[in-house]
């Protein structure tokens, strides 16, 4: 039995030495290549807090002492070590084991995590409550360097300073966003500050500098500028210190004597903020991962060699290729590669992301036009807000931003886009099911939080190559416009030339006589498969592509529901509030001035209300919430028997169908 495998919990680690240390921590890593090469992940982030994750639950006394999470991507060594190895094959997979911190799994989760950015939040909310109610536990948010200048960060830990909140940050330094001062003064700094002489005798001289008469406040204010300028230059972290918070590192954080004795000093003897500054390297372990940390970040990966980790390789089959011979594009390169066109013929054309440009395909703009490409990194409120003020000067902008992160920037959309009509061009990545990443990453609620807001246009293709029709559209119009694509690839269609398509106006793309289904985006190509389906079965069904669920095309709407005895709308979004909402509105209203609209019955299918979808492939997830072509005939099907119409009335054949 191998030494992960015989652990009972993270409390064993404390009866292990250097040397059994040591071999947990390679095992941690053959375990998590292991198992990423076969179900995806996020790898890298994972592979560079192996150390950093075993020193701190070997210290502290999880889940009495809290350790949190930030973003979450990097805890596949903390739930190894919290009893779910034995699950662990079944990562990001259905009923498996979640790729972030999930409470439901394990008591050691503190948090459901997913996005950047919340864990000194949450970290100071569990640590007041633990002095409101007052408990001993100590609390810890482990928090990446970008995430750890969003917005929210910032505002974290500036309260942090101001309350004197007793928890530890510690932040975890990949080389992504910071680049430390390293050496001996900064090492000898951090072993001062440390020292309960250095803090006594600092409180002690401050009292004695400031009871001086008549100088004691100036003196003691230019002493503390002293002190801070020689701190400035001989170690990083003067923001923390001017914040009110101790700032200890830089620390390696691949050494676990170093972390342990530096850590074992912070939990001993600080008593308010501490900022851990430890620097890790992503992917560590796995050349390929530490060679391309970009690539290695996950979710999906490249091509993984395990025989790099010493590992046997996979044997299991590859995926088929296409007929053609080629993977078709998916929508965010289609999108990405039309964007650069468009930058080609309009200098005003500004691309901005915010810490995504792989991720949203952004970084091939910027690599054609660096002077037109802006990364604002974890600060997605600011993304908007930036984008306002350029296209108020005069540019258009184009901010891609995943559904699911483009939920932290409601208030600027609403408040600085809309409000001011600014003609921002809103790349809504990863709309609908996304898959393996789980509950914080679907992109299900945006759609119905768009559609309330003036001004904005709201967007959806049907295939790749209306894709690129609208993101023309919407740089030839002067609104807001929020172009919404899924993370699917496209259905390998033909390139044509990109036109203009007039806003909200959709189109009929099948004829018939007895149902109806009007669908918003790529969903609506299952719906074609669903209508030859209901078509084998006898009923004549018509399917509408509806393009723009803001303006809704009203007349599309009432002509294709007129005289049917069933509308379905299809939407890969959350139900209330969505596009099948938006068509009852228009039939409810319609229906007031026209009997022949009234009384017509509507299925509305989407992602059903009530719960958050969890982690598993899409198709998977598809089949579950009934989203593909099988889900959508079968409640189809359902909504007929209901009505007494149903699959036993229209084998009986159309005329008594009709009567």
């Known amino acids: ?106 008591p050691h989760d503190v948090m459901d995590g997913g996005h950047a950015g919340t864990g000194v939040s949450i970290a100071q909310g569990l640590a007041l409550a633990r002095d409101q109610r007052g408990s001993t536990e100590r609390v810890v948010a482990v928090v990446g360097d970008a995430a750890l200048m969003s917005g929210l960060s910032l505002e974290a830990l500036n309260d942090l300073g101001h309350r004197k909140t007793r928890l530890v940050v510690v932040l975890n330094d990949n080389e992504m966003s910071i680049s430390p001062t390293v050496g001996a003064v900064s090492g000898y700094l951090s072993k001062i500050k440390l020292s309960r002489t250095w803090r006594d005798s600092r409180e002690a001289y401050d009292n004695a500098v400031e009871r001086i008469p008549a100088v004691g406040s100036t003196l003691l204010e230019w002493s503390r500028r002293f002190r801070g300028a020689v701190v400035d230059f001989a170690q990083d972290g003067r923001l923390f210190e001017d914040l009110g918070i101790t700032y200890v590192g830089p620390v390696d954080g691949h050494d676990l004597a170093e972390l342990q004795a530096v850590f074992g000093t912070v939990f ?74 468009i930058g080609r013929e309009d200098a005003r054309v500004v691309a901005i992301t915010a810490g995504m440009p792989t991720g949203t395909g952004l970084s091939k703009f910027g690599q054609v036009f660096p002077d037109r490409f802006i990364d604002v990194g974890i600060a997605e409120q600011h993304a908007m807000t930036v984008a306002t003020g350029l296209a108020l000067a005069g540019q258009r902008p184009f901010v891609a931003l995943y559904s699911t992160f483009l939920q932290r920037a409601y208030d600027q959309v609403v408040h600085d886009v809309c409000q001011n009509d600014a003609p921002v061009v809103i790349g809504v990545d990863r709309a609908g099911l996304v898959g393996e990443d789980g509950t914080s990453h679907q992109g299900m609620f945006t759609l119905s939080a768009q559609r309330t807001l003036p001004y904005l246009v709201i967007a959806s293709p049907k295939d790749e190559q209306e894709a690129r029709s609208l993101l023309r559209t919407a740089f030839a119009q002067p609104h807001p416009f929020a172009l919404h694509y899924p993370r699917d690839a496209g259905f390998d269609l033909p390139s044509v030339e990109p036109a203009l398509l007039p806003i909200g106006k959709g189109e009929v793309i099948r004829e018939g006589s007895d149902l109806a289904i009007i669908g918003f985006g790529p969903i609506v190509m299952r719906g074609m498969e669903a209508a030859e389906r209901l078509g084998q079965d006898g009923w004549s069904v018509a399917v509408a592509n509806a393009r723009f669920a803001k303006p809704l095309d009203g007349e599309l709407i009432r002509s294709v529901a007129r005289g049917k005895r069933l509308v379905i709308t299809l939407e890969e979004s959350a139900l209330p509030g969505g596009f099948g909402s938006a068509v009852v509105e228009e039939l409810a209203d319609a229906g007031l001035t026209d009997a022949s609209l009234r009384g017509i019955p509507v299925l509305r299918i989407g992602i059903p209300a009530g719960e958050f979808v969890h982690h598993g492939a899409v198709g998977d997830l598809r089949r579950l919430t009934r989203l593909d072509v099988d889900g959508i005939v079968g409640q189809v099907e359902e909504a007929l028997v209901e009505l007494g119409i149903g699959t036993l009335m229209a084998a009986a054949g159309l005329d008594e169908r009709k009567g």
């Open 1 to 106: 039995m191998s030494l992960l495998e015989g652990l009972n919990g993270p409390a064993d680690l404390k009866k292990m030495d250097e040397q059994q240390l040591g071999a947990i921590c390679a095992e941690l890593r053959r375990e998590i290549i292991a198992t990423v090469a076969r179900t995806g992940g996020h790898l890298g982030s994972s592979l560079g807090v192996v150390e950093l994750t075993v020193a701190l639950h070997r210290l502290l006394d999880s889940p009495t002492d809290r350790i949190v999470w930030d973003t979450g991507h990097q805890a596949y060594p903390h739930k190894l070590l919290t009893g779910r190895l034995g699950r662990f094959g079944t990562l990001r997979q259905i009923d498996g084991v979640g790729g972030f911190p999930r409470r439901e799994e394990s």
């Open 268 to 341: 001993d003897r600080l008593d308010g903020p501490v900022v851990v500054h430890v620097r890790t390297q992503k992917g560590r372990g796995y050349r390929p991962a530490e060679a391309d940390q970009v690539s290695f970040h996950g979710a999906a990966l490249p091509p993984m060699d395990l025989t790099e980790a010493g590992l046997p390789p996979i044997t299991t089959p590859a995926a088929p290729e296409p007929a053609s011979g080629r993977r078709s594009p998916n929508y965010t390169a289609v999108i990405s590669d039309e964007l650069v066109a």
